[in-house]
């Protein structure tokens, strides 16, 4: 598996090879009037689209307390489609926490905008995860080797604000 990854501590039988961090913006559509907020506090009442797996970086939603002492906000609807979470941050005044990465491919095209919150968000590290108790097969392990050169050089070129790979 390769993605953003929960703590998985408690299952033993996976190894978890972190491969850098995920850093995360907060968008919205560039005709909504909250677009220029400067604190998740004042959005605490706005609508929000929880994009992917709830074990990910929208496990910032399950109400556990961001690193600002304030209370991530409520989502109200989760959406495992991007270009859903598109249409939906088109049509409607709700904002999305999503990569930077994954915001800099849908920006120019589709008026969605960062808002410039100043409050830090977490970063998510993205990892590939692999069982202990199986080889990789050898074309599994070549992917492996390839993932691994990839997101080496994504680092060098600045792609993650924080590398966890070296």
Known sequence: MLGPVPDLGAYGSVIVE?????????????????????????????????HGSKDGPSSLFAGRESNTGWYMPKAVTNCHSLPTVIALLQETDAFCIISK???????????????????PLPRFPLSMVTQKTR????????????????????????YSSDAQSE
């Open 18 to 50: 972190p491969l850098f961090d995920i850093d995360l913006v907060v968008v919205a559509h560039n005709e909504n009037a909250a677009r220029h907020a400067t604190k998740l506090a004042d959005l605490e009442d706005a609508h929000w689209i929880v």
């Open 101 to 119: 990465q994954l915001f800099n491919t849908i920006s120019d095209s589709h008026g969605v905008v960062t808002v410039p919150i100043a409050d």
């Open 135 to 158: 080889h990789l097969t050898p074309a599994a392990n070549e992917l492996a080797q390839h993932i691994r050169r990839r997101a080496n050089t994504l680092v060098q070129e600045g």
